[in-house]
């Protein structure tokens, strides 16, 4: 399959699960569907990244894999920033969404697992294709 197919459909996968995490309110601790889609969502965007790097000719050296680690995990803070938030300034109309610092840890533990299963992932493929 190719990459961008791939990112498409893992896209739509996300985005259909995080409606029906809200829509049925299954972001609860214990669950596990929030660290899933955190999971998806940093192997998504690495997986973008990469596919980028690629098509701008950008080599894939372990700078450049640094990098895509340090972007998804700068997302991934912006996003736990965004969610505290909405927790602070809506916190008396909503329930609390998030449960504080165990869930942002998680989350971004999760970003970035995702992320490196990715880029070993994608490592593989190139070792692969240098022995062929």
């Given amino acids: 399959?190719?990459?961008?197919?791939?990112?498409?459909?893992?896209?739509w996968l996300i985005a259909a699960a995080n409606f029906f995490v809200v829509l049925y309110d299954l972001d609860s601790p214990g669950v596990g569907l929030d660290d899933l889609l955190h999971f998806a969502g940093g192997l998504w965007l690495a997986g973008l990244l990469i596919y980028l790097f690629r098509k701008f000719g950008i080599s894939l050296v372990i700078g450049n894999w640094i990098l895509v680690i340090a972007i998804v995990l700068a997302i991934g803070i912006f996003w736990e920033l965004g969610e505290f938030i909405i927790d602070v300034y809506f916190e008396d109309k909503l329930e609390t969404l998030h449960d504080g610092n165990l869930d942002t840890g998680l989350d971004l533990f999760f970003d970035l697992l995702g992320a490196t299963i990715f880029l070993l992932w994608?490592?593989?493929?190139?070792?692969?294709?240098?022995?062929?």
């Fill in 122 to 132: 994608q490592r593989r493929l190139l070792l692969k294709a240098a022995k062929s």
């Fill in 1 to 11: 399959m190719r990459i961008s197919v791939f990112l498409a459909i893992l896209i």
